[in-house]
């Protein structure tokens, strides 16, 4: 039983193919990329470090926005609601409770919804503006004689 087996193989490596080994060699090398110089890879190392730098500055001022807006809501929730406490305490009248805490729940689910677009916003405007140079001031400041 005689089996042949056929491969396909690049013109390149059949023997007598039009292309020479010399002409490869300049093709191949003509596909590499030149190696920039040392100076030009510290300016893209330099940049992409300056970068990366207001990415996570802007992202850190994001969070505290973040958090900062959150703590402020629950705060003005909690006391709120421990107003609402003392009223029935005083009063003695919780009719009217359940629709009170309800409200305040509901004011207070609403700007906690808020806060996502208001970190991706502040993310947005930091990124923007870190490391751009500030304007100069148009006049001096004046001495208070």
Known sequence: MNLKIRTALPSSLVAGSRHSTSSRARTRAADEPTTPPKSSQGEQLRGV???AARTELAAVSAAIKFWAAWAESADKYTSALDDELSKIEQ????????????????????????????????????????????PKRARAARVKE
């Open 91 to 134: 009063s003695g009248d919780s009719s009217e409770v359940v629709g009170r805490v309800s409200d305040l729940t509901r004011e207070y689910l609403r700007s906690i919804t808020q806060l996502p677009s208001a970190a991706v916003k502040e993310f947005n405007t930091r990124l923007e503006t870190i490391g751009q140079a500030k």
């Open 49 to 51: 470090l300056v970068e």
